[in-house]
């Protein structure tokens, strides 16, 4: 028969088992998000330069040293104030690329850049790296621009 001390022991020892097991998932759960806190962080941005037509962009925006070793991003995010809505600047090799207003065709609330895809938080639309609605309610694609590459530089046609 148990007194009161060996129930309150019990109760003491479920409840360390408890929050060891609350800690141990909260520990699982941080080392799982790890890889997706990365992978934001690495996200890119630059000012650019403004020029008469457009903004210009160094192509090396687009490179990095991990480990000493040169890597490519896939994309960067050109966020300038004199731009309403920053650029989503996405590369598929040296010479082409495509540049996207970062501005839901939905009701205009500014997307986040997912990898190869642009996400609306305010009611779901996607939008690929080319700027087409994967996904609704957004029925039009986005706004692109021209980009032309001279030298080291890209050009993103503002007028376009
Ligand atoms: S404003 Fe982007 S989906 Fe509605």
């Given at each position: 028969m148990r007194n009161s001390n060996s129930f309150d022991f019990l109760k003491a020892y479920n409840m360390d088992r408890r929050i060891f097991t609350k800690a141990c998932i909260s520990c699982l759960g941080l080392a799982l998000l790890s890889p997706m806190v990365t992978s934001c962080q690495s996200t890119h941005y630059t000012t650019g330069m403004i020029e008469d037509n457009g903004i210009t962009v160094l192509k090396s925006e687009f490179t990095y040293l991990k480990k000493d070793q040169p890597m490519t991003r896939a994309y960067i995010i050109v966020r300038n104030e004199n731009l309403e809505f920053p650029i989503y600047l996405y590369r598929f090799s040296d010479n082409e690329y495509s540049a996207l207003l970062?501005?839901?065709?939905?009701?205009g609330n500014e997307l986040s850049a997912a990898g190869d895809h642009l996400h609306c938080s305010a009611h779901g639309s996607e939008f690929n790296n080319k700027g087409a609605?994967?996904?609704?309610?957004?029925?039009k694609n986005l706004r692109t621009f021209n980009v032309t590459t001279e030298g080291d530089k890209l050009l993103i046609d503002l007028r376009s």
């Open positions: 970062m501005k839901c065709t939905h009701q609605v994967a996904q609704g309610p957004a029925e």
